[in-house]
C-alpha cells in the first residue's frame, strides 16, 4: 500500500494530531479542539507547501523521537522548541520556522519546548488518518478523532498517505512573543465577586499550576472571593471563559473544555491574546489587565493581519 | 423571548431567557436553538443551549458582537413550532456494585433504599440539554422528596454509564470522568455513539427518558 511512514520511538508527553477543529458540536458536548496555538499551527502548513487548515502534530513539552521510512519529504516545526534532526552520518540542531528535508532512516528528536508550552510538525504531505466531524483533531476525553482519540503511543506507526511533488524549502524569521498581561472582558458573573476579589483579580499576578492541559490552566494566587453563590445554573462555556470555583482559584477554559460549566464566569481571555495565553508554562506568572469588547474587536483584527502577512511571507 | 443578551468575551453573545429553571423556559431555548440553527447564519460556529440560557459563538475573523445581536435581535420565532422529541426507556441497574451512593442518599434523603428506587424509576424525566462531557443528558425534574446536594468532594473517576443525582436533576456519565453527582446506578446502554456522526447522541434536549430496573444479570447480558 503506502511504503511512507513514521515509527514513533518515543512518543513524548501529550503528542497528539491537531487541526483547525470542530464547529457546531458545543450543544451536544463536544468541545471545538484543533491546535491550541492557531497561529503556529498555520505557519507550520505554510512552510511545508501545504494547504493551511491540514493536520499536523502538536506536542507539549518533551515531543516525540520519529524516524521516518521511505522516499524524501519536508518537514518543519514551528513553536520555541529544542530539537535536533539526525541525518544517515551527521546530526544538526535544528531551526523552528524552517524547512528540513528527510530521507530514509532519518530522526527527528524534539527534545523540549523552550519557556513554552506547544510545538507543531508539519510534512509536505498528508498523514494518512481519520477524520471525524471534519477534523483530525484528538480529543483524548471523549476520545474522538484520529489515532482512535488517544494521544500517540510509543512504538506505533504513523501512516503517511500523500508526499508533495513539490518539495521547496522554505523560512522565515519570526520570534514567538511572550507575554505575562493577558487582556480580559469582564465576564457575565463579574458582579458575584467581592470588590476586593475584583481588585485582586486585575492587580495581583497569578502562577500557572502544573495542573494545566489542553483542557484548561489552573491559576493559583489571591483567593477570589464569592460573596453572591459559588455555583449558578450550569450554562455553556468558551475557550477562554475564566471560571471560579468555590475555592477562590481562577480556571482558564482552553481547546478541549466540557461544553458546560456551573461556576461563575468572572471573565473571558480576549480572543487577541489566546495564541500566546496557551504558551504560557506551568510556574510562570500571569497577569489580567482590562479591556473593552470593542478594543478586543479591533486588537484580534490587527492580531489576524499579522499572521496572515507572516504567511504571505512564506513563499 | 429572550430577557437579556450580553457578551461573553469577544466572541459569544449571552441569551439570557430568565432565573427559574423550568420545562417552560427550557423549552423557548430549545426553540431558539432549533430556529437558529437551520438559518445557518454567517459567522455562527457554535449554539450552547442550556436550561435558561443559549450562548451563541461566532467567528470573529467574519463578523462581531453588534452584527450578531441585530440578527438575533431580529429574528422571528414561531412559538408554537413543536419540537420533533422521542420518548425512551432506559435500562439501569442498581446493584450494589453500581449504586455507589446508595447509602448516602438514604442518610441524605431520610428514605429506604425500596422507597428511593420506587420514587426514581418509572417516571417520566425532560431532557433539558446535553453536555458537559459528550452526550451527557441532564434531566429533569426529580420528585422533591428526592433532592440532594453533589458530594461535598467530587469524584476522581466515576464509572462509565452511572446514572447520577443532584438537586432537580439526573445525569447519565456517557464516558468515565471526574463528577460529584450521587450515583444512583448504572445502564449498560451506549448513550453517545461518535461513529454515528449525524447524531451521535442517544438523548437529545426535548427528549421524554423513563427510567427502567433490570437486574445485574439482565445487565450483565444486555450488550450480548
Known amino acids: 500500500m503506502n511504503n511512507n511512514y513514521f515509527e514513533v520511538i518515543r512518543a513524548g508527553v501529550n503528542t497528539t494530531f491537531q487541526d483547525k477543529g470542530r464547529n457546531n458540536l458545543y450543544h451536544i458536548g463536544i468541545p471545538f479542539s484543533g491546535a491550541m496555538d492557531n497561529r503556529n499551527f498555520l505557519l507550520a502548513n505554510k512552510l511545508v507547501g501545504n494547504k493551511l487548515d491540514l493536520p499536523v502534530i502538536e506536542f507539549a513539552y518533551q515531543g516525540p523521537l520519529l524516524r521516518f521510512y521511505g522516499d524524501k519529504i519536508n518537514i518543519a516545526i514551528t513553536g520555541d522548541i529544542i530539537f535536533k534532526l539526525k541525518k544517515k552520518d551527521h546530526e544538526i540542531d535544528g531551526n523552528c520556522y524552517e524547512t528540513y528535508q528527510l530521507d530514509h532512516g532519518d530522526e527527528i528528536n524534539i527534545l523540549s519546548t523552550n519557556k513554552s508550552v506547544y510545538g507543531y510538525l508539519s510534512i509536505s504531505g498528508e498523514f494518512d488518518i481519520k477524520f471525524q466531524w471534519g477534523s483530525c483533531s484528538i480529543n483524548t476525553k471523549a476520545n474522538i478523532g484520529s489515532n482512535d482519540g488517544k494521544k500517540l503511543d510509543n512504538g506505533q506507526k504513523i501512516n503517511i498517505s500523500k508526499i508533495n511533488l513539490n518539495q521547496e524549502r522554505k523560512k522565515i524569521n519570526y520570534l514567538n512573543s511572550k507575554i505575562e498581561n493577558i487582556r480580559v472582558i469582564k465576564g457575565t458573573n463579574y458582579d458575584y465577586f467581592s470588590e476586593e476579589g475584583k481588585k485582586f483579580f486585575f492587580e495581583k499576578g497569578f502562577t500557572v499550576s502544573k495542573l494545566s492541559d489542553r483542557m484548561g490552566m489552573r491559576l493559583e494566587g489571591p483567593k477570589i472571593e464569592n460573596i453572591v453563590n459559588t455555583n449558578i445554573k450550569s450554562e455553556g462555556l468558551l475557550k477562554g471563559v475564566i471560571q471560579v470555583p468555590a475555592d477562590g482559584n481562577p480556571i482558564i477554559m482552553l481547546s478541549d473544555h466540557g461544553t458546560i460549566g456551573g461556576y461563575p464566569k468572572i471573565g473571558v481571555v480576549a480572543s487577541v491574546d489566546y495564541d500566546r495565553l496557551v504558551q504560557i508554562s506551568p510556574g510562570s506568572k500571569i497577569k489580567f489587565r482590562e479591556i473593552e469588547l470593542s478594543n478586543a474587536e479591533t486588537l484580534f483584527k490587527l492580531y489576524e493581519i499579522e499572521t496572515q502577512n507572516l504567511i504571505s511571507q512564506i513563499k | ?224
Open chain 2, 1 to 224: 423571548m429572550i430577557k437579556n443578551i450580553s457578551n461573553l468575551g469577544d466572541s459569544a453573545l449571552y441569551c439570557d431567557f430568565g432565573i427559574e429553571v423550568n420545562k417552560q423556559i427550557n423549552s423557548k431555548v430549545i426553540k431558539y436553538f432549533h430556529t437558529i440553527k437551520k438559518k445557518e447564519i454567517k459567522g455562527i460556529i457554535n449554539l450552547t443551549p442550556s436550561y435558561n440560557k443559549l450562548i451563541i459563538s461566532y467567528d470573529l475573523r467574519v463578523t462581531n458582537f453588534k452584527e450578531i445581536e441585530d440578527k438575533i435581535k431580529n429574528l422571528e420565532i414561531n412559538e408554537t413550532q413543536k419540537i420533533n422529541n422521542k420518548k425512551l426507556q432506559i435500562p439501569v441497574c442498581c446493584d450494589a456494585s453500581f449504586s455507589l451512593d446508595m447509602e448516602r442518599l438514604e442518610k441524605k434523603l431520610n428514605l429506604s433504599r425500596v422507597k428511593i428506587l420506587e420514587n426514581f424509576f418509572n417516571k417520566e424525566y425532560f431532557c433539558y440539554m446535553t453536555g458537559f462531557i459528550a452526550g451527557m443528558p441532564f434531566l429533569g425534574d426529580l420528585d422533591n422528596n428526592m433532592r440532594v446536594q453533589r458530594l461535598e468532594t467530587p469524584r476522581v473517576k466515576v464509572p462509565k454509564g452511572s446514572i447520577g443525582l443532584t438537586e432537580q436533576f439526573s445525569n447519565i456519565y456517557t464516558f468515565e470522568s471526574p463528577g460529584g453527582w450521587n450515583i444512583i446506578g448504572n445502564t449498560p446502554l451506549e448513550i453517545f455513539d461518535s461513529s454515528k456522526e449525524k447524531n451521535p447522541n442517544l438523548i437529545n434536549p426535548g427528549d421524554v427518558v423513563i427510567f427502567k430496573q433490570i437486574t445485574l444479570e439482565k445487565y450483565k447480558n444486555y450488550n450480548e
